[in-house]
């Protein structure tokens, strides 16, 4: 079968179709009087590299602000190449988070790449960077440490991606996420990344596994709250539709 | 067909209160999305009643619009995101019933047409929920492979996988009902 013999008999059904299954005029008649009386101007939606410049600018802000704040002790001890390398990837990954969270709060929108694929790739990365600049610094970490420092930097990246997942939903709010989740987590994902800007500048502990397990954990924990929140708030508005 | 331009200077119109630019859409648009509620195997009431719902959501969220883009992907990512809605809804009344499976209300009366040719329920019916709704955005609105992704979320080569399975399933449907000769390439 060729395409053409689908779009004729396609033509041909739907012409049917068409005449069997028209919409009422008194429906088109009710829906207009819904939507027309009173109809106002409104201002479209900002393009999507004003909202995407104005998510980056939050992201870097609140982890330099951070980072400022409790000592820029991180960035002291990295290497010009070493801070260029993280610094590079944390702002492509942030970079691709916010396009996304944009796209997602415009119906209709060129998806870049799924939400959860770019928090997997990103992580993956991430880690991957780490590990190569800081393979070398194993030496003796015992697990007391490891967990008590390495929960101290979780709590603090949170913290830090709280404000920004605040800020993110200011930027965003006029927008309509038609998948919610989806939403969630590139927002989350961002939120996340302002987190992990602060602990790269502030974090003196640049042990591999320090910096990989807690430091990027910053990203998931972050993405999976987003993700959570946003079905919570799909719930509750259903919740409360059902109601009335 | 309605080309994107013509549509685009509507909905830029519809953002800045023109009245008459809203009722032009809505007289423009509302059969294809009516149709396309249809073709998703929902009863006439309930496309009745999504077709509503969508224009409603459309008003509310007409500032999404950025003017420019096509209008065919965010209009359709919005009544796709009505009509998951109400499958959801639907799905949940019918655990709550206990009900085993909800028939669609009879299709019209043909009016006496005594042409076996497919109904366009019948042939999309036989597809999965997300082929068909490739096929419909396809096929019935004349979206291009582009405008669907879009408007689903996906990337133009989930489309075209969709669609390329979807022909193949629809193929041995048409084949089995006699209505494409065998030696069809």
Request: glycine share 8%; charged share 20%.
């Amino acid at each position: 079968m060729k395409p053409e013999d689908l779009d004729r008999i396609f033509a041909r059904a739907g012409a049917e179709h068409h005449v069997e299954q028209q919409v009422e005029p008194e429906l088109l008649r009710r829906i207009s009087a819904a939507i027309l009386p009173g109809l106002r101007p409104v201002r479209p939606m900002p393009s999507d590299r004003v909202i995407v410049a104005g998510l980056l600018l939050l992201t870097a802000a609140v982890g330099i602000a951070g980072a400022s704040i409790l000592g820029m002790y991180g960035i002291r001890k990295l290497s010009g190449f070493e801070a260029a390398s993280i610094f590079v990837v944390v702002g492509l990954f942030a970079w691709l988070a916010a396009s996304q969270s944009a796209a997602e709060m415009v119906p209709g929108s060129r998806r870049l790449v799924n939400p959860a694929v770019l928090v997997c790739t990103g992580i993956l990365t991430l880690m991957a960077v780490f590990a190569a600049l800081f393979g070398g610094n194993a030496g003796s970490y015992a697990m007391d440490g490891f967990v008590q420092q390495g929960v101290g930097c979780l709590r603090a990246g949170l913290m830090h991606a709280l404000p920004a997942a605040g800020g993110t939903w200011l930027i965003l709010r006029r927008g309509m996420a038609v998948n919610r989740t989806a939403a969630g987590i590139a927002a989350g994902t961002l939120a996340g990344l302002a987190g992990v800007t602060m602990l790269s500048l502030h974090c003196p502990n640049l042990r591999a596994i320090h910096v990989m397990a807690w430091h990027v954990a910053v990203v998931p924990v972050s993405a999976a709250a987003g993700a959570l929140l946003a079905r919570a708030l799909t719930f509750r508005e259903r919740s409360a539709a059902r109601r009335s | 067909m309605h080309r994107d331009a013509d549509l685009e200077q509507l909905m830029a119109a519809y953002q800045q209160g023109d009245s008459a630019a809203a009722a032009a859409l809505i007289q423009r648009l509302s059969p294809q999305l009516h149709r396309f509620f249809l073709v998703q195997m929902v009863s006439r009431r309930d496309a009745d009643d999504l077709l509503q719902d969508t224009w409603l959501r459309i008003h509310q969220a007409r500032h999404t619009y950025r003017p420019g883009e096509p209008v065919l992907p965010w209009l359709y990512a919005i009544a796709r995101h009505i009509r998951v809605d109400h499958y959801r809804k639907a799905h949940r009344t019918a655990l709550r019933e206990q009900q085993m499976e909800v028939l669609p209300e009879a299709p019209a009366a043909t009016g006496g047409r005594t042409d076996p040719g497919p109904d366009l329920e019948a042939l999309l019916g036989a597809l999965p929920e997300s082929q068909r709704e490739v096929i419909t955005m396809l096929k019935v609105s004349g979206m291009s492979l582009e405008e669907v992704a879009r408007a689903t979320s996906s990337s133009v080569g989930s489309v075209k996988q969709k669609a390329h399975r979807a022909y193949e399933k629809l193929r041995g449907l048409l084949q089995d009902r006699g209505l494409l000769r065998d030696d069809t390439p």
